[in-house]
């Protein structure tokens, strides 16, 4: 099993940054990749970005140059880097590990609120 710890979600005013953190421990060698999803009020749940072990990323379109997924292998940690933030980002965020091939699961964070103010 994987565990996933969130920090840095807040309240930010609108244009400003914020930085999310998410540390995995347990089956760390076991992840084949991590991402962030959201879920604002009344919404679903959608796929923000994500970062395979290899380091290849894929971005929401609503988020593509403003915000970036990056990785600290050392620390077992991913990053959203989220710059020029607006009112819709607004959500609670939450980090995703999968399985690689040899050893499926999906693990979540327990969540992390984002709000923009305008």
């Known amino acids: 099993q994987v565990q996933l710890a969130e920090s840095g979600g807040g309240l930010v005013q609108a244009g400003g940054s914020l930085r999310l953190s998410c540390t995995a421990s347990?089956?760390?060698?076991?992840?084949?990749?991590m991402g962030w999803y959201r879920q604002a009020l009344g919404k679903q749940r959608e796929l923000v970005a994500a970062i395979t072990n290899g380091g290849t990323t894929n971005r929401a379109d609503s988020v593509k140059g403003r915000f970036s997924i990056s990785r600290h292998n050392a620390k077992n940690t991913v990053y959203l880097q989220m710059n020029s933030l607006k009112p819709e980002d607004t959500a609670v965020y939450y980090c995703?590990?999968?399985?690689?091939?040899?050893?499926?699961?999906?693990?979540w964070g327990q969540g992390t609120q984002v709000t923009v103010s305008s």
């Open positions: 995703n590990a999968v399985g690689n091939v040899a050893t499926p699961f999906v693990s």
């Open positions: 347990g089956s760390i060698f076991s992840i084949g990749a």
